[in-house]
């Protein structure tokens, strides 16, 4: 069983920093592209940022030079670096990841979700 936490949302000001982690734990042999994504209420999951296993990474528009994607492949673990939050920022933020796992033999690549966390900007 592979299991993403989510740990680091809150409430935080406009103009404000928050740094969000993802922690993988299970049975898995390898993390490929790990990533942020977030849905804020009526509005359908986006993407914020991925993370290749090498370092490469990838911003949507709108968080690009605000948000750092960063990740510690000896933790199994992805940051994300928010800063300049802005009210539209507000959502839940899922972290995301494929593995390679490893079942009877087989090696199979899956994709799992975290069970999220908040991110409230309010004055």
């Known amino acids: 069983q592979v299991q993403l936490v989510e740990s680091g949302g809150g409430l935080v000001q406009p103009g404000g920093s928050l740094r969000l982690s993802c922690a993988a734990s299970g049975s898995f042999s390898r993390i490929y592209t790990m990533g942020w994504y977030r849905q804020a209420p009526g509005k359908q999951r986006e993407l914020v940022a991925t993370i290749t296993s090498g370092g490469v990474t990838n911003y949507a528009d709108s968080m690009r030079g605000r948000f750092i994607i960063s990740r510690d492949n000896a933790k199994n673990t992805v940051y994300l670096q928010m800063s300049g939050l802005k009210p539209e920022d507000a959502a839940v933020y899922y972290c995301?990841?494929?593995?390679?796992?490893?079942?009877?033999?087989?090696?199979?690549?899956?994709?799992?979700w975290g069970q999220g966390t908040q991110v409230t900007v309010s004055s």
């Open positions: 995301n990841a494929d593995f390679s796992i490893t079942t009877k033999g087989t090696i199979g690549l899956l994709n799992y």
